[in-house]
């Protein structure tokens, strides 16, 4: 198993859950939710991204962990198509720490029941979901880890933006 903090994000419409391991790579505890989308100033990143950037140089990230939703049968849908560009966005943010897709069918059921089981009432519900969607995505894939020797899922490229051409230059 390779030392070394890992951020584990669960990618919404609404809302990004996040998720961090301990510095072992062992155990996954949740972090924060952060709101989905909402751009932040002049260069257009969206602010969830800044956020998790700073996150991942604060903690010293070696890996960020990103679901991929897909359905029962395997299948990718839109869902999907949108984990994969946020996890490309991501990726070409912070490179050069890689940035990885795994598995996350029915995370989010799984963190409804686990907060429902637990007390948690349906409203306070949605303010924690992600983020316990989150440790579920990220415990996963550092179970995955731990028992196959290998680091889990699909890792994601990150290629570099291509410089805005202006006049026929770059």
Do not use: W
């Not at 932040?40 to 800044?50: F, L, T, Y």
């Not at 940035?99 to 007390?119: F, K, M, N, Q, Y």
């Amino acid at each position: 198993m390779r030392p070394g903090v890992r951020v584990g994000v669960d990618v919404g419409s609404v809302r990004v859950g996040v998720a961090r391991s301990d510095p072992s790579g062992l155990l996954a505890s949740p972090v924060q939710t952060l709101a989905r989308g909402v751009e932040g100033p002049a260069d257009g990143e969206d602010e969830d991204v800044r956020q998790l950037v700073a996150l991942v140089a604060e903690v010293e990230a070696i890996e960020v962990v990103v679901g991929l939703p897909r359905t029962l049968a395997g299948v990718e849908g839109p869902a999907a198509a949108k984990a994969r560009q946020y996890a490309a966005v991501l990726a070409r943010s912070i490179a050069p720490v890689s940035v990885r897709l795994v598995d996350e069918r029915l995370t989010t059921v799984d963190a409804h029941r686990a907060l429902r089981e637990s007390g948690v009432a349906g409203r306070r519900q949605r303010q924690v979901v992600d983020q316990v969607a989150a440790v579920l995505i990220l415990q996963s894939a550092l179970d995955e880890e731990r028992s196959s020797g290998r680091p889990p899922g699909e890792l994601v490229a990150h290629k570099r933006r291509r410089p805005r051409v202006k006049d026929g230059r770059a």
